[in-house]
């Protein structure tokens, strides 16, 4: 793997749980995943609120839920 791995802290007292990543901790996070296998790395998935986002280049978005209430 070539890509740059990330430390990542998590602390939870229960009720309020902390995230940062390269020692910046991170607003807004609706939700989170981590998930390990055997003898690879393991991976945090974030779901975050923005108040926008802007991509640069050729990608496809799925927007498809995005007006559902």
Do not use: R
């Not at 998590?10 to 990543?21: A, F, N, P, W």
């Not at 779901?47 to 007006?67: C, H, M, Q, R, W």
């Amino acid at each position: 793997m070539t890509e740059k791995l990330h430390d990542v802290e998590i602390k939870s007292d229960g009720i309020i749980t902390k995230v940062k990543l390269d020692g910046v901790e991170l607003h807004g996070i609706k939700s989170m995943k981590y998930s390990q296998k055997a003898g690879e790395s393991p991976i945090l998935e974030l779901e975050l609120y923005t108040k926008a986002a802007i991509i640069d280049g050729p990608v496809l978005v799925d927007i498809s839920n995005a007006f559902i209430k």
